[in-house]
């Protein structure tokens, strides 16, 4: 994929400075973290690198990457290096990818309490699938998922749901063998979905209870348990959206779809359009119009705004697994598995690695000599530096 012409990086080197200084006290550290990574990002500010290609000699600089996960910059080796890393976990059958999203009436509510309430959908979503698969009325057996957390639609609001990657089936409640599900269908969406809603809300209560939940703004009034009782029962009054995508293929074809979505972020470079008079132009997709592909065009102020709310708290795992799958006991989940299945565990795809070709004979670019910033800054080395390097250090 080509270099895109516009960058966030460079809306931020030209509008992060004022935005700041109109919302900055309604910022936290970690926005501000954030913002001066992805300016410093593949920049003389981080340090870098001289490579000389191992094949025709060719001499470039390479800026180093800030390698902060909300860069969109930053994401093709993280994403490369986990992928290669699952490729032993799968399994050799269908794979099902089951979308939960909270209410937009939440979102408020959500984004004052990220860590807790982005923690909460996790597990109320994966135990909604745990148990709704142990029941013998459905599969009747316990099951292993991926759990991915995007907080954000196509138009950069607001709008936090988990995509949930499962095998089709699972061990049955004893042990003794492998449950299969169907090739087509894999649990009821509208019982998820009750039982999702039943379980967001009840621990939601819980929190309040427990004095964990903090109220700003227009949310003061919901710090009363009576007005937090009646909020509760204007959501359990909806449907809640829980949707399953149609299934795909085996293992073959899992790596390529988890790419998809593990480590994306609210917005790419690509799908920036122009920056000019103060307002940004992006491309987006409107599901409500047959998945029809726009162009959004907001201020500035507004696009940083959207850009920001995405910003995950300190130390929130975005990527989780459950059930059998959890940390503690899937090598032996995934052994008992593949035993009932009949099946060896494949062979991990090995980790790739961030060395560059030379742009004039394709051959790899070894590091020769590396440069801190003051070196950088103060004295530049002669090649010219080269930007769309990764840091391969």
């Known amino acids: 994929m080509s270099r895109p012409t516009l960058e966030v990086a460079d809306i931020l080197r030209a509008s992060g400075s004022s935005f700041l200084d109109r919302h900055g006290s309604h910022l936290a550290s970690q926005h501000r973290k954030v913002m001066d990574a992805i300016v410093r990002c593949r920049t003389a500010e981080l340090g870098g690198h001289r490579d000389r290609c191992s094949g025709c000699g060719h001499q470039a600089i390479s800026y180093n990457s800030c390698r902060n996960r909300h860069c969109p910059k930053c994401q093709s080796n993280a994403r490369d290096r986990w992928l290669a890393a699952r490729s032993a976990e799968l399994l050799p059958v269908p794979y099902f990818h089951i979308v939960f999203t909270l209410p937009h009436e939440l979102s408020a509510l959500v984004l004052q309490n990220k860590k807790l309430l982005y923690d909460l959908l996790f597990r109320a979503s994966a ?52 449950v299969a599900a169907s090739s087509r269908f894999f649990l009821p969406v509208r019982v998820l979905s009750r039982v999702f809603r039943g379980k967001f809300t009840a621990e939601l209560k819980q929190l309040l209870l427990q004095g964990k939940l903090q109220f700003h703004g227009s949310l003061q009034e919901l710090a009363s348990p009576d007005h937090f009782q009646g909020f509760l029962r204007k959501l359990f009054r909806k449907d809640w959206v829980v949707y399953a995508k149609p299934p795909f293929g085996g293992a073959e074809h899992v790596l390529h779809y988890l790419a998809r979505y593990t480590h994306r972020v609210a917005i790419s470079n690509h799908r920036l359009v122009s920056f000019k008079d103060d307002r940004v132009s992006f491309r987006w997709k409107d599901y409500a119009a047959g998945s029809k ?101």
Do not use: Y
């Open 293 to 393: 592909q726009k162009v959004m065009r907001v201020s500035t102020d507004e696009f940083l705004r959207r850009f920001l709310i995405h910003v995950l708290p300190k130390g929130l795992v975005r990527i989780r697994h459950f059930g059998l799958f959890a940390n503690r006991k899937r090598s032996a989940s995934l052994l008992r598995c593949r035993m009932l299945l009949n099946t060896a565990t494949p062979p991990q795809q090995p980790a790739p690695t961030a060395q560059i070709k030379c742009p004039l004979c394709s051959e790899p670019m070894l590091v020769i000599e590396r440069f801190n910033t003051l070196q950088l800054l103060s004295a530049p080395p002669s090649t010219a530096p080269i930007k769309t390097r990764l840091d391969t250090s």
């Open 127 to 178: 135990a909604t699938l745990l148990e709704v698969a142990r029941d013998p009325k459905h599969l009747g057996a316990d099951i292993g998922l991926l759990s991915v957390l995007h907080t954000w639609g196509q138009n950069l609001q607001h709008h936090p749901h988990v995509h949930c990657v499962v095998p089709g089936g699972g061990l049955a409640l004893d042990g003794s063998r492998w």
